[in-house]
T-cell receptor, first 118, second 113 residues
């Protein structure tokens, strides 16, 4: 698509429930990223995909968090047994090499999924 | 490893004041440098970028020059407006692994009328 699309835009869930957040990257972008941003805080890196594989999962905060990407496109971030500290904005982004020569890669963000755990 | 450090906020200015938000970086190679802006309630948007030393990125009256000798990419604007109130993030992309992005912690700018 024209931009990075995320859904749902807002989600309120009860503590202990599982949630799935979806990201549809820019068409043709091979790299996909998930970040978390708590209220008033900076960006916390969660995971990065190159194609369908995840060479860097170092940012996932616990084993309750998992992510997958299928077909080199859509990605789902799943949070199991949600806790109140999981409340945050979850930002997805994508990037892709521009042309044959290195002309400066750029990462493009979606609007985010606002998660509130009550 | 690679990293980005930017000045802590919030920065509060009056309308039409001059803005500087400092950003310095550490990188093993020759990174590309970026400024992103996040308006209240929105996602991050690319503001400007520079891909090599001495390049100047500019957009919407904002400028930043890639200074290799000082490893800096300071954001400047000559006359800020209330509508510039947002959080600004400095970032770098490592050429060695062009999909690696490193972000600063963000600087909140408040512009008063």
């Amino acid at each position: 698509g024209a931009g990075v699309s995320q859904s749902p835009s807002n989600k309120v869930t009860e503590k202990g429930k599982d949630v799935e957040l979806r990201c549809d990257p820019i068409s043709g972008h091979t790299a996909l990223y998930w970040y978390r941003q708590s209220l008033g805080q900076g960006l916390e890196f969660l995971i990065y995909f190159q194609g369908n594989s995840a060479p860097d999962k170092s940012g996932l905060p616990s084993d309750r968090f998992s992510a997958e990407r299928t077909g080199g496109s859509v990605s789902t971030l799943t949070i199991q047994r949600t806790q109140q500290e999981d409340s945050a904005v979850y930002l997805c982004a994508s990037s892709g090499r521009q042309g044959l020569s290195f002309s400066g890669n750029t990462i493009y963000f979606g609007e985010g999924s606002w998660l509130t755990v009550v | 490893g690679d990293s980005v450090t930017q000045m802590e906020g919030p920065v509060t200015l009056s309308e039409e004041a001059f803005l500087t938000i400092n950003c310095t970086y550490t990188a093993t190679g020759y990174p590309s440098l970026f400024w992103y802006v996040q308006y209240p309630g929105e996602g991050l948007q690319l503001l400007l970028k520079a891909t090599k030393a001495d390049d100047k990125g500019s957009n919407k009256g904002f400028e930043a020059t890639y200074r290799k000798e000082t490893t800096s990419f300071h954001l400047e604007k000559g006359s800020v407006q209330v509508s510039d109130s947002a959080v600004y993030f400095c970032a770098l992309s490592d050429r060695g692994d062009f999909n690696k992005f490193y972000f600063g912690s963000g600087t909140k700018l408040n512009v008063k009328p």
